[in-house]
């Protein structure tokens, strides 16, 4: 067994590099514009959600990317038209990457872009079980993720969760083999108490997996869902 003896949170640095390159520690965000000129990212689209676009996490990131354009317009519950939105706001920006920012709405939502950005046509095609029919498709826009809650590991899953209103119902959508790379910065994350409340809301979306949220619940630290 290893065990991990550390001072500060400036300790906590290291890069996962399999499947998804991740660089994780205190304070890595500032190399994001090392990481965009390593993949030639020129004009990337940030995506996020209306919830962080009223932060001013946004604009902190898009200071770090030259180039960048703004998408904020998915909810809480990104929709397949809302990615196809997003997927216009892509190709309206010229952009050649997707930078994915947010909560699991947020990644999710821009993974989705990117995909679609690629490869275009019907999204509910990456929808399992049909995806299995369509394993030979790789988007060739590169995707890089930033997280800004710890409750749902999007930034390292090759899938997003998309919203069908119309049946409803919530699809994983598959991102299959696409260029992913994530930047987990702890300065970056919300405040702690958030962060308990992620892990909360994280374990009841576990327990309802049986069903159909089409929204997230209300928690609050008492464990009362409201």
């Known amino acids: 067994m290893t065990y991990w003896q550390f001072s500060s949170a400036e300790d906590l640095r290291g890069d996962w590099l399999f499947p998804t390159e991740t660089r994780f520690g205190a304070g890595?965000?500032?190399?994001?514009?090392?990481?965009?000129a390593a993949l030639g990212i020129r004009k990337p689209l940030i995506v996020t959600d209306t919830g962080l676009a009223a932060t001013p996490i946004p604009a902190r990131i898009a200071a770090l990317a030259p180039?960048?354009?703004?998408?904020?317009?998915?909810?809480?519950?990104?929709?397949?038209?809302?990615v196809m939105?997003?997927?216009a706001a892509y190709h309206d920006h010229g952009a050649d990457a997707v930078i994915a920012l947010g909560g699991g709405?947020?990644?999710?939502?821009?993974?989705?872009?990117?995909?679609m950005a690629g490869l275009g046509g019907d999204l509910?095609?990456?929808?399992?079980?049909?995806?299995?029919?369509?394993?030979?498709?790789?988007?060739?826009v590169p995707i890089i993720a930033i997280p800004t809650?710890?409750?749902?590991?999007?930034e390292v899953e090759a899938s997003g969760i998309i919203t069908d209103p119309?049946?409803?119902?919530?699809?994983?959508?598959?991102?299959?083999?696409?260029?992913?790379?994530?930047?987990?910065?702890?300065?970056?994350?919300?405040?702690?108490?958030q962060l308990a409340e992620d892990g909360v809301i994280t374990l009841l979306a576990m327990i309802s997996s049986d069903g159909v949220m089409t929204a997230p619940p209300r928690v609050n630290l008492r464990g009362v869902v409201t």
Request: proline fraction near 6%; charge should be negative; include cysteine.
């Open 28 to 36: 890595r965000i500032a190399e994001l514009p090392s990481a965009l």
């Open 67 to 82: 180039g960048s354009a703004l998408w904020a317009d998915c909810d809480q519950n990104p929709t397949g038209e809302q």
């Open 85 to 87: 939105v997003g997927v």
């Open 105 to 115: 709405s947020g990644l999710d939502c821009g993974k989705s872009v990117a995909l």
């Open 124 to 140: 509910w095609r990456f929808a399992y079980p049909r995806s299995l029919e369509v394993q030979a498709e790789r988007t060739p």
């Open 149 to 154: 809650t710890a409750g749902t590991g999007a």
């Open 166 to 193: 119309e049946k409803p119902v919530k699809a994983g959508i598959e991102l299959l083999d696409a260029s992913r790379n994530g930047i987990v910065d702890a300065r970056v994350l919300k405040e702690r108490q």
